[in-house]
């Protein structure tokens, strides 16, 4: 790729010009789509994550990019072996599938459905409705005018193109802020601001329409410690939920995005055990849907790190399994060659971070040891 072609990409995808809190990260396409063949190169290990989730009717996955699966063989064959369920990292946010008002690049998402199609695994959409990763013109372009047709056809167009293929829907994402001082302890977002809270209800009623298929999802993060804080969250998430459910919203998942600092011990406990209880009481499915542990407060020794992380996991996946109606784990990556954590929450000695169940040249982490331990003592389901 030549350095005009990168600079347009950057520019088609609006990179550096995000609306959110996450530092947005550019799309290297290098290979045409269509490459999606499963590789036999790769020698598959005995067992791998998703067999043993399989052995209790649960999926494993992760998330990935188009250009890790297209330009790392052996990622790629250790992605395969591992995941029964794929979603894109990027590749269905607005900053990506959205270069204009009136258009749609699906080139990013088109080859993970077939990637996922191709290798018999589960595909996740991620995600309709956020205020994070919008692409640079939506600012200027979206107002309380035309908000409401902005975001049914987004809705519709996206979802029909996959529809009949999506496992579950992120449909809506960190919607929930009390930092934000609402009552209802909504996020104050672009969405909230033109279409006022019913922007919720209206995106899942679209979802519902675009596919009947798919499981949708409210995906929401920081809500799995003991803390006042994710209390706080988890009350508003449940009121929310409630309210939908009595409404007849079509809701059918809650996603706990599971990014939990290792350091961080106040895992897993009384409030969010009952919280779980409490989203399961509703008739709603559970996914874990991004799940790392990251490392960056944890001391550099490596040993006593990699076993810091795994203990969370397994001390994590031990009590959401527990819950028979979770359907799927997915790590917001599989290999620590590939993690997002370092970007938004460096260590401070620079040090590569290991947040994930495989190293950087695919062998199973303590990570995944304490992963496939969760699955092997969950109940089935
Ligand atoms: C992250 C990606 O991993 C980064 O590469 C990107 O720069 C920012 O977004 N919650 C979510 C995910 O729902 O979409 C985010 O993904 C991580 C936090």
Request: aromatic fraction near 12%.
């Amino acid at each position: 790729m030549t350095n005009n072609e990168l600079t347009r990409r950057r520019f088609i995808y609006g990179a550096g010009a995000a609306a959110g809190s996450y530092a947005l990260l550019p799309l290297y396409s290098t290979k045409p789509f269509g490459d999606v063949h499963p590789s036999p190169s790769f020698p598959a290990p005995a067992d791998s994550l998703k067999d043993h989730a399989a052995r209790c009717g649960l999926l494993y996955g992760s998330s990935v990019q188009q250009r890790q699966l297209a330009s790392d063989q052996p990622f790629r064959a250790a992605f395969i072996s591992q995941c029964s369920i794929v979603v894109p990292e990027l590749e269905l946010k607005w900053a990506y599938l959205r270069p204009g008002p009136q258009t749609y690049n699906f080139s990013g998402a088109d080859y993970l459905c077939e990637f996922a199609q191709a290798n018999q695994m589960k595909f996740r959409g991620h995600t309709l409705v956020w205020h994070d990763a919008l692409p640079s013109w939506f600012a200027g372009y979206v107002n309380s005018g035309n908000a409401q047709t902005v975001l049914l056809d987004h809705i519709s167009t996206v979802m029909a193109r996959y529809a009949g293929k999506v496992h579950s829907w992120d449909v809506v994402n960190e919607a929930i802020s009390p930092a934000d001082k609402r009552s209802d302890g909504l996020r104050n977002t672009p969405w909230l601001r033109y279409l006022g809270p019913g922007y919720i209800e209206t995106a899942f009623r679209a979802a519902a329409q675009a596919d009947p298929d798919a499981l949708l999802v409210w995906n929401e993060n920081s809500i799995e410690e003991e803390s006042a804080k994710a209390e706080s969250k988890r009350g508003f998430f449940l009121q929310q939920l409630k309210y939908l459910r009595s409404r007849g919203v079509p809701i059918q998942g809650v996603g706990l995005e599971s990014h939990i600092n290792g350091n961080h011990t106040n895992i897993a406990g009384p409030g969010f055990k009952q919280f779980l209880g409490q989203v399961s009481d509703l008739g709603l499915k559970i996914l874990v849907t991004e799940m790392d542990v990251g490392d960056q407060d944890l001391p550099y020794d490596i040993g006593a790190r990699d076993q810091a992380v795994a203990d969370r996991y397994f001390q994590y996946l031990e009590c959401v399994l527990a819950q028979q109606n979770v359907l799927a784990v997915l790590t917001w990556g599989l290999s620590n060659k590939y993690t997002w954590l370092p970007y938004s929450f460096p260590r401070p000695d620079k040090a590569p971070m290991r947040p994930l169940p495989l190293d950087a040249n695919m062998k199973p982490t303590p990570a995944w040891s304490a992963i496939a331990r969760a699955f092997d003592d969950a109940p089935s389901r």
